[in-house]
């Protein structure tokens, strides 16, 4: 008898996606575009815990020059994507980063403007691969790290 076990692959969890913008309250500038599963306020609080334990990532340099710092930060849902995988919730993410291109999502204007990003995890890729970036080893562990509170 064969008793080789049989491998199913896990059906991928399906959750609540949001697609969310952080705007600059004095000016209405739509700095950084993110995903989550959790509410927005969780987002909003793990992104403030976030900026005391990174302060040197791109978005808590940015959110230090807004005068109030985080007061003067706004939390708004652009897109609720409903029941999906983490997958669609990236793809829907990627998509809209370059539809607004924020600042704090390309490393620099210059950079920008031949769409390459360096990414936060320490890897350079081109915006049209964000969504495979997003996927790989090292951007994934880098989140975790992130995400290990
Ligand atoms: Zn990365």
Redesign the pocket.
């Known amino acids: 008898m064969d008793q080789t076990p049989v491998i199913v692959p896990a059906e991928p969890e399906l959750r609540h996606g949001k697609i969310y913008g952080l705007y600059n309250k004095l000016t209405d500038e739509l700095f950084y575009v993110g995903s989550t599963f959790e509410t927005l306020s969780v987002r909003m609080s793990r992104h403030k815990y976030n900026s005391n334990v990174h302060p040197n990532r791109n978005i808590y340099k940015h959110v230090n020059e807004i005068i109030g710092g985080w007061q003067n930060v706004e939390c708004r849902q652009l897109k609720d994507i409903g029941l999906c995988d983490k997958r669609t919730k990236l793809r829907e993410e990627n998509d809209l980063i370059i539809e607004h291109a924020p600042m704090c999502n390309m490393k620099s204007a210059v950079r920008a403007r031949n769409n390459t990003i360096t990414?936060?995890?320490g890897?350079t890729y081109n915006v049209k691969n964000k969504y495979r970036?997003?996927q790989?080893v090292?951007?994934v562990n880098?989140e975790m790290q992130l995400l290990a509170i």
Do not use: A
Request: proline share 0%; with cysteine; charged share 40%.
């Open positions: 990414c936060e995890c890897k970036h997003d790989s090292k951007h880098y």
